[in-house]
């Protein structure tokens, strides 16, 4: 940098003290002012700026969260042992059912009935089994010797024999005038009324009662002597004698005859055949 000479320091001081009223500054002064300027103007060596601070970016804000996907992971996780529980209830289900016990179908049905009729009117007379006692013997096919089925080929409608016996017995058969009941041709002899004892009459019992104790006794301590199919028509001839005598407005095989109870019975038979029949063409 360019020294400035002392004289025009020095005028510059003299001005300086004109201006102010001052007395101007003596050679020593200007020569120390001289070099107080010098000093002023000397150069500064430059300094490097520190760098600035780096300013950290704002993070962005995060996306809004679908409510389905916050319920999804704050809901409870199922337990990891729970999962082969899973897997193997439906067999162990399938097991447990299989070893259980099916409850008793509640019986029902002419079979039922008539059995229940044969414990509480019949069996004291005639045994449990049908071995007889006071009454004559009923099992071992003696039934179905005295009141044969049409299915075995007999001449005689044992069915109507058997329904009319049992709902007259002894003394109704008497008035009525008959010398036998049953089978007439009945292998063996024919069996007279008061011939073994007195067999009560139980026209009492409703149609339905009376032929649910007849089949019965044919099919428990007979059936041996019919074929299933001769039973079974049979079943179905019972059934709708019963209903027929419903619809007719008939409550009770008391004091009926045996033409009359023969009537019902074949009214009945047609009924089934047709059935039967329609059936068999299908």
């Known amino acids: 940098m360019t020294e400035v000479p002392e004289h025009l320091l020095k005028k510059a001081a003299e001005a300086r003290a004109r201006l102010s009223g001052q007395a101007p500054p003596d050679a020593g002064e200007s020569a120390a002012l001289s070099s107080e300027s010098a000093a002023d103007t000397a150069p500064v060596p430059a300094t490097t700026a520190a760098p600035a601070p780096a300013v950290p970016e704002e993070p962005a804000a995060p996306e809004p969260v679908a409510p389905y996907v916050e319920a999804a992971e704050t809901r409870k996780k199922v337990p990891v042992w729970i999962v082969p529980v899973l897997v193997f209830l439906p067999f162990w289900a399938i097991f447990y059912?299989?070893?259980?016990?099916?409850?008793?179908?509640?019986?029902?049905?002419?079979?039922?009935?008539?059995?229940?009729?044969?414990?509480?009117?019949?069996?004291?007379?005639?045994?449990?089994?049908?071995?007889?006692?006071?009454?004559?013997?009923?099992?071992?096919?003696?039934?179905?010797?005295?009141?044969?089925?049409?299915?075995?080929?007999?001449?005689?409608?044992?069915?109507?024999?058997?329904?009319?016996?049992?709902?007259?017995?002894?003394?109704?058969?008497?008035?009525?005038?008959?010398?036998?009941?049953?089978?007439?041709?009945?292998?063996?002899?024919?069996?007279?009324?008061?011939?073994?004892?007195?067999?009560?009459?139980?026209?009492?019992?409703?149609?339905?009662?009376?032929?649910?104790?007849?089949?019965?006794?044919?099919?428990?301590?007979?059936?041996?002597?019919?074929?299933?199919?001769?039973?079974?028509?049979?079943?179905?001839?019972?059934?709708?004698?019963y209903h027929l005598m419903e619809e007719e407005g008939v409550m009770t095989f008391e004091g009926a005859t045996l033409p009359e109870i023969q009537s019902w019975v074949d009214a009945a038979r047609v009924k089934v055949d047709e059935e039967y029949g329609e059936l068999a063409s299908e």
């Open 97 to 241: 059912v299989g070893y259980l016990e099916n409850p008793p179908a509640a019986p029902e049905g002419l079979a039922y009935e008539g059995a229940e009729i044969y414990s509480g009117q019949c069996a004291g007379c005639h045994g449990g089994g049908g071995g007889g006692g006071s009454g004559r013997q009923l099992n071992g096919g003696e039934v179905l010797l005295t009141f044969p089925s049409l299915a075995s080929g007999a001449a005689y409608d044992g069915l109507a024999g058997h329904l009319h016996w049992v709902a007259n017995g002894t003394a109704g058969s008497q008035a009525e005038g008959l010398l036998v009941y049953g089978d007439p041709d009945r292998p063996g002899g024919a069996h007279a009324p008061g011939s073994y004892g007195q067999m009560a009459g139980f026209g009492n019992l409703s149609p339905e009662q009376l032929v649910a104790v007849v089949y019965h006794v044919r099919h428990a301590f007979g059936a041996d002597q019919i074929t299933p199919e001769g039973d079974e028509r049979e079943l179905h001839v019972l059934d709708e004698l």
